[in-house]
């Protein structure tokens, strides 16, 4: 069996924008309000304390589209030089089931995950929102850097500073230079602590490591009253007061309330009753968007994002056919 293989650096060349990301991102939680999607919630292993490895299946129909990624996020690797989140997408013809792709996951899911966010700050920002503040400047949050200014028409017309915050000075330098070029009308400020990272943001998004046992950076004490606040990190992030006290959205509420029930994660965090709506809901329009307020997110990450992600890869292989073919 003959597959394609494609490296990260093959995916980069590509030269996807993250504009057209949040536009897949919300075609395909239109998808997901008006039809039936095979999206089970993500299934995981733990072989480490605070280690996980997921594995993300989904089926479109209306695309014919099925893969599934195989995901593994590990904070200590930090400390032994290695990234924090790999992994791979498999990518299956429906209608033989044979293996067509294999592809590096990180650069999908760190762009993906920013676009998710540009596209919850697009619906849910307030208008005129102005400051924005990205707490965790490692891959995922770089690539949020990334995204709010692709959000810029829609969400943020007037955004004139982007702080930054993380524990490691020279991550915030890596943010600064990727980030700059795509956010000429900001300043991007560094932040000395979280605390002055948050404060009179109109657009906070945390993207610190996931912890089985989190020890919340956020208090809701220092938010302004009218704030968005958007976790890519589930529930490590963001004091439960800050999602609690307020209106609250998902990404995907079956994934939501399903992870909730296992015990480890969200238990601090709103319960079924407490859901406003989730994105695919907003999206289609079957749920308001409210931009007053506070307004909590979390983006938990779904594979459907992957599908609509990798369809584009595609798309753009048709006419840069990099990778590599492999006999496996």
């Known amino acids: 069996m003959q597959v394609k293989i494609l490296s990260q650096s093959h995916i980069a060349s590509l030269g996807l924008t993250m504009r057209e990301i949040m536009d ?7 998808i997901l309000a008006r039809e039936k999607v095979e999206l089970p919630a993500k299934i995981g ?12 299946p989904c089926y479109v129909p209306s695309l014919d589209a099925a893969l599934i990624k195989w995901a593994a996020g590990y904070p200590s690797n930090f400390a032994k030089k290695l990234p924090y989140i790999n992994g791979l997408i498999v990518v299956n013809d429906p209608e033989t089931g044979l293996v067509e792709f294999i592809m590096d ?10 676009a998710a966010t540009g596209v919850c700050a697009q619906l849910l920002a307030a208008e005129g929102a ?20 692709a959000a810029l028409p829609a969400a943020l017309p007037a955004l004139k500073t982007l702080k930054i915050y993380d524990l490691v000075p020279a991550q915030v330098d890596r943010f600064v230079e990727q980030v700059a070029p795509s956010a000429p009308r900001a300043e991007l400020v560094r932040s000395p602590s979280v605390e002055a990272c948050v404060a009179e943001a ?11 046992k989190p020890q919340p950076v956020v208090r809701k004490s220092w938010l ?27 990404d995907d509420r079956n994934q939501y309330l399903q ?12 319960r ?5 709506a989730d994105m695919s809901e907003i999206c289609a329009g079957v749920k308001p968007s409210v931009k007053t307020g506070l307004r909590g997110a979390v983006l938990m990450g779904v594979a459907m994002h992957d599908v609509m992600t990798v369809e584009l890869i595609k798309a753009k292989l048709k006419t840069n056919p990099v990778g590599q073919i492999a006999e496996i």
């Open 45 to 56: 292993i733990h072989p480490r304390p605070d280690c996980y490895v997921h594995a993300m």
């Open 105 to 114: 996951s990180a650069w999908v899911t760190a762009w993906r995950t920013g």
């Open 272 to 276: 079924a009753e407490g859901l406003h």
């Open 259 to 270: 992870t909730q029930s296992w015990g480890a994660y969200f238990q601090n965090y709103p």
């Open 130 to 149: 102005s400051v924005a503040a990205v707490v965790g400047a490692g891959v995922q949050g770089t690539a949020t850097g990334l995204a709010l200014p």
């Open 24 to 30: 897949a991102l919300i075609e395909g939680w239109k």
């Open 224 to 250: 302004k009253s009218d704030v968005l606040c958007v976790s890519e990190d589930y529930d490590s992030g963001f004091d439960p007061e800050v999602m609690t006290s307020g209106l609250f959205v998902c």
């Open 202 to 212: 109109d657009v906070v998004v945390t993207a610190v490591p996931i912890l089985e």
